[in-house]
């Protein structure tokens, strides 16, 4: 129980554009998602915390414009990264929390992005 | 905020030692301690957690103590494998704000 899925685990994309990230959990509901971000050999950095049916709640410093999260159902939640440039690039992932009340996350394995 | 300091930054043991993590955190309010295991280019990966009611919890070769009083916790890895190799994470939140602080981790390797 309890799993997490991303999708894509990597994607490649020219400077410009914009790429979306699908997080879903598989066999729970969850009322929130988180979406962190994490450089080479570094820890996890919260980006925003996703709330279904409201909007997302994001963390200081991370542009709310650029990194749109869209929490549409209790299992999925998405991250679009819009205008994507080379130093966005990085390794994304989310995590679900169930709501049944715990404070238990389980993490998705992750997407790998590369901007050109 | 919560901040949370994580030492040592990397481990290195011979297979059959223990390893021991620590961390430090800054928020008395904080009650929600758990540690993730994180191997290269893969998910994180809950292995052990403690809530501030409980002194220290164990599974299996997994430990984990927490101390109120000194705002600290610690990972216990006792007869480490090589498969033990990976990147551990520290975490601390308050229950019912959702939010996990991270560690800046642990890099673990078990040498055979």
């Known amino acids: 129980g309890a799993v997490v899925s991303q999708h894509p685990s990597w994607v490649i994309c020219k400077s410009g554009t914009s790429v979306k990230i699908e997080c879903r959990s598989l066999d729970f509901q969850a009322t929130t998602m988180f979406w962190y971000r994490q450089f080479p050999k570094q820890s996890l950095m919260l980006m925003a915390t996703?709330?279904?049916?409201?909007?997302?709640?994001?963390e200081q410093g991370v542009e709310k414009d650029k990194f749109l999260i869209n929490h549409a159902s209790l299992t999925l939640s998405t991250l679009t990264v819009t205008s994507a440039h080379p130093e966005d690039s990085s390794f994304y992932i989310c995590?679900?929390?169930?709501?049944?009340?715990?404070?238990?996350?389980?993490f998705g394995p992750g997407t790998r992005l590369t901007v050109l | 905020g919560e901040n949370v300091e994580q030492h040592p930054s990397t481990l290195s043991v011979q297979e059959g030692d223990s390893a021991v993590i620590k961390c430090t955190y800054s928020?008395?309010?904080?009650?929600?301690f758990p540690w993730y295991k994180q191997e290269l280019g893969k998910r994180p990966q809950l292995i052990i957690d403690?809530?501030?009611?409980?002194g220290e919890k164990k599974d299996q070769r997994i430990a984990v103590t927490l101390n109120k009083t000194a705002k600290h916790f610690s990972l216990h890895i006792t007869e480490t494998q090589p498969e033990d190799s990976a990147v551990y994470f520290c975490?601390?939140?308050?229950?019912?704000?959702?939010?996990?602080?991270f560690g800046t981790g642990t890099r673990l390797l078990v040498s055979p």
């Open positions: 996703s709330n279904e049916g409201s909007k997302a709640t994001y």
């Open positions: 975490a601390a939140s308050i229950t019912g704000f959702q939010k996990l602080v």
């Open positions: 403690i809530r501030s009611n409980v």
């Open positions: 928020d008395s309010a904080s009650n929600y």
């Open positions: 995590s679900a929390r169930d709501q049944r009340g715990t404070d238990t996350q389980y």
